[in-house]
């Protein structure tokens, strides 16, 4: 059974922003899949260890629902993924804040890898 590429791509920091491309690499690294997830300039804060997840103007009743439902933090996701071995790819960035192993690619590497990808997904 061949595996899986998966590149994910965070476009914004907005806390609605930031849950889906973290839950889907880690879904998809547990599920066997080679998970590549890329920050762009708007998402790249989501890796900054200071990081607060603000929601976007009329969606502030998502933090509250976050934390009723006990989901995992923004900080917990990262901690999962970057332990099952997703890459964290920064575009066209030389230097970022933060604690977390990071590469920096341009963003023709980013294209070709989501070319080359069985799904690519941005968000």
Request: hydrophobic letters at 45%.
């Amino acid at each position: 059974m061949n595996t899986k590429k998966v590149v994910i791509m965070a476009l914004h920091s907005d806390l609605e922003s930031a849950y889906p491309p973290l839950n889907i690499s880690v879904g998809a690294v547990s599920s066997g899949a080679t998970v590549v997830l890329a920050f762009a300039r708007d998402g790249v804060d989501i890796l900054n260890s200071n990081y607060i997840p603000i929601p976007s103007k009329g969606r502030g009743y998502l933090a509250n629902a976050l934390s009723d439902f006990g989901a995992p933090s923004i900080q917990e996701l990262l901690s999962i993924a970057s332990e099952m071995g997703v890459r964290f790819i920064i575009v066209d960035q030389d230097a970022v804040d933060t604690d977390w192993n990071v590469e920096s690619k341009p963003i023709k590497w980013i294209l070709n890898e989501a070319a080359s990808a069985d799904l690519f997904l941005h968000f």
